[in-house]
């Protein structure tokens, strides 16, 4: 078999899994197995992309909020009233929504392991797993992952359990398969050759 990914892609994932081998021991302790690993690292990649920052958005916005507080044609009174009300909402001067800035590596992880996602093509109706797996990784409401994977299906927890089974069944395999990267001891995953 023939290696159809470069060394330093083969590293990086390898770098991956490590980290979510401390993802899933973080969660789960002594009971984390493999798959905790592939589904750790998933989930957290969700959130890592939800969080970044969209810059389209607000370049399309960044005309309508200038100005902030004290924009012209406010007076002292409205200026008052404005944070009188934020004080009896309990809200400190100032406060605002926190903007989080994930760092490069945690973004390219995240778009490595969403990458990933890519071997699920293997599995019949492969869209609908996909995204049912993106849902359920994102903490979506169950209700709505059942109609994304099963539509026709009576919805009940097997579902989700089988959501995340082929999920990292099938990336699982693309490590083995495209990067020779198999599990190994512990939560370890391992290069191996001429992997059969």
């Not at 493999?34 to 370049?59: C, F, G, N």
Request: proline share 3%.
């Amino acid at each position: 078999m023939t290696t159809s990914s470069s060394l330093e892609d083969r590293i990086a994932a390898l770098g991956w899994l490590a980290h979510g081998g401390e993802l899933a021991v973080g969660l789960k302790g002594d009971r984390a197995k493999h798959s905790d690993v592939i589904w750790q690292l998933l989930v957290e990649a969700v959130e890592v992309i939800d969080k970044t920052p969209d810059q389209e958005r607000r370049w399309l916005t960044s005309g309508s909020r200038s100005g902030g507080w004290n924009m012209i044609g406010m007076t002292r009174a409205d200026l008052q009233e404005i944070e009188r009300i934020r004080l009896l909402s309990a809200m400190k001067p100032y406060d605002g929504t926190t903007k989080t800035s994930p760092q490069r590596n945690d973004v390219d992880r995240a778009l490595g392991v969403l990458g990933w996602m890519r071997w699920c093509n293997a599995a019949r109706l492969a869209d609908r797993l996909a995204k049912a797996a993106i849902a359920l990784a994102r903490g979506g409401d169950q209700e709505a992952v059942h109609r994304l994977y099963c539509p026709t299906r009576k919805p009940n927890r097997q579902n989700i359990g089988e959501i995340r089974t082929r999920t990292v069944g099938f990336i699982l395999t693309g490590l083995k398969n495209e990067m020779q990267i198999v599990p190994a001891q512990g939560l370890a995953f391992r290069e191996v050759h001429n992997v059969a």
